[in-house]
């Protein structure tokens, strides 16, 4: 622009000279106002976690710097209040909206014991709660680090541009100088080639590629963090535009990892009430969700049990009246666990079948997904065969694969990676870590585990499955409004450059080209934040 200027009055067109200062410095304005509007907008997606705690200190409230409020202070949320610290309620109740948090519209009751996140928002009701995280370590703050680093995490288009850009201006630059001394050699007229020339150059300005492709993937991850689908990168945003095949872990994941007693099959002359007593009474000590299911599903007296102990993988025992009680895992002949066995004296009394239901949204999810262009959908689970395909068959998964340790799925995942145009995975926990890390985009559920969160490309915020079919809609328009401004910007170019160098265009439509095009391809990325 620069050097279009200055030879514009050299050559004595000043209104034109002129007209293109005016005019650039008002695209200039409107691309500012429109990328900072943008930029405010995405961060106040963000924008979730208050400065300030009301602390009880001597019986007063007092207001703090939330990042100066330690673990197991007890602090006051008053009515429409954001929760400033991840926190317990000790006293009262009220409806929250979490839709910061896990996107979910529907307020979500707590009470006393309820659990709270910060960045919740409170509902009508005063209630006191005690500080279980400290603020760098709250879920707000947590959010916030993953969008904000997200934008570090450059998609292969964004670097494209950035290399292209480098490549692209001193090309022009050249072109511009051929058009402009080449031709008068042969025809004359060297001031109206010149003038040519610098329509081309002030055309050529790659500045709508530039700002508006970093600023579509930028508006990607910020929509889609409203959504409870945090992103950690432009280039996971491709992946997902492009992948086919998506496998899940089974408990926890497509399940809600919380198991319950089905159905007890007593044997010889045993009542199943009597079989529900003796295994509750043997597993009381135990924190295997197995156990824990059995415990919870009787409501009777427990029986005096001595000598407990419990070994990994094989089970609980306990003496009973003398009788050495055992409740432990059936194995097939291939090895698989078929249920849970209780014994007396090494002879099974009856069998406790337990089951993990299914997420309600998880049907909807997976079929929101095949619309989307999913092709294949995987179950890759450490549970037994019976288990996996009683979860698989009503949600329609394409292939199962039981009984795996975290080294199997992590091979089963590489295998899928073969085969695909993209493979993303979803799990919860920290054996799944190997594989969130392996394939082309994890997905981790849920802010609990660290190691998972870590190892994944993305995190599904709210603990369940909806945000991932946002998270894929919200990609493949991301991608499409990056290529379109592509598309778009160079071709406009082109065309002006074409009329430039032929005589039909004026240096005020390569301004246009510039700022003009730049302003289209800037809002055009800013309307995905309608998404």
């Not at 246009?512 to 809002?523: E, F, N, P, Q, R």
Request: hydrophobic share 45%.
């Amino acid at each position: 622009m620069s050097v279009a200027v200055i030879a514009a009055f050299c050559l004595g067109e000043f209104v034109e000279g002129a007209l293109v200062t005016v005019l650039f410095g008002i695209g200039e304005l409107l691309e500012d106002f429109a990328v900072d509007k943008s930029r405010d907008r995405i961060m106040k997606l963000a924008d979730i976690q208050p400065d300030k705690a009301n602390v009880i200190i001597n019986n007063k409230e007092t207001a703090v710097r939330a990042e100066d409020v330690a673990v197991d202070t007890e602090i006051i949320i008053k009515p429409h209040e954001r929760v400033p610290l991840d926190c317990v309620i000790t006293e009262g109740s009220s409806a929250l909206d979490a839709s910061a948090i896990t996107g979910e519209c529907m307020p979500v009751e707590k009470t006393v014991g309820g659990e709270l996140l910060s960045g919740m928002i409170n509902g009508d009701s005063l209630i006191k709660a005690k500080v279980t995280k400290s603020y760098g370590d709250s879920t707000a703050s947590r959010i916030i680090k993953l969008v904000e680093e997200a934008s570090a995490v450059k998609s292969r288009s964004e670097k494209m541009i950035s290399r292209f850009a480098r490549i692209y201006t001193p090309i022009v630059m050249v072109l511009a100088v051929l058009i402009a001394f080449v031709p008068p050699i042969f025809l004359g007229n060297l001031s109206v080639w010149i003038y040519r020339g610098l329509v081309c150059l002030v055309a050529s300005c790659p500045c709508a590629i530039v700002i508006s492709v970093p600023l579509a993937y930028f508006s990607g991850i910020g929509v889609a963090s409203k959504y409870g689908a945090l992103i950690k990168g432009g280039k996971y945003l491709e992946v997902l535009a492009k992948a086919d095949t998506i496998a899940f872990d089974k408990t926890g994941t497509l399940t809600e990892g919380k198991l319950k007693l089905d159905k007890i099959i007593p044997f010889k002359n045993y009542t199943s009430d009597a079989i529900l007593a003796v295994a509750a009474s043997v597993e009381r000590h135990s924190t295997h969700p197995i156990a824990k299911a059995i415990v919870s599903a009787y409501d009777g007296n427990l029986l005096p049990m001595t000598d407990y102990s419990e070994r990994s993988g094989e089970g609980v025992t306990a003496l009973f009246k003398g009788k050495r009680v055992s409740c432990t895992s059936g194995r097939t002949p291939n090895g698989k666990s078929s249920g849970v066995y209780l014994s007396i004296e090494g002879k099974k009394i009856g069998e406790l079948i337990l089951s993990d239901k299914t997420r309600d949204e998880a049907a909807d999810v997976l079929e929101g997904l095949r619309k989307l262009g999913v092709k294949r959908e995987v179950l890759l689970t450490g549970d037994n065969e019976k288990h996996a395909k009683q979860t698989a068959k009503p949600l329609k998964l394409d292939e199962v694969y039981p009984s795996l340790l975290p080294s199997d799925k992590l091979s089963i995942a590489q295998e899928l990676k073969e085969n695909s145009s993209g493979v993303c995975f979803v799990g919860d926990g920290i054996n799944d870590a190997p594989v969130l890390a392996a394939v082309d985009c994890g997905f981790a559920m849920g802010l609990g585990s660290d190691a998972a969160i870590a190892s994944a490309d993305a995190v599904l915020s709210s603990g369940n499955l909806k945000p991932l079919t946002h998270a894929f809609r919200i990609a493949k328009s991301t991608v499409m409004t990056a290529k379109a401004n592509i598309a778009f910007s160079l071709t406009v170019k082109a065309a002006v450059i074409i009329l430039a160098a032929l005589g039909f265009a004026p240096i005020w439509l390569g301004v246009l080209a510039d700022t003009g095009v730049c302003m289209l391809c800037v809002l055009n990325s800013v309307r995905l934040l309608t998404k």
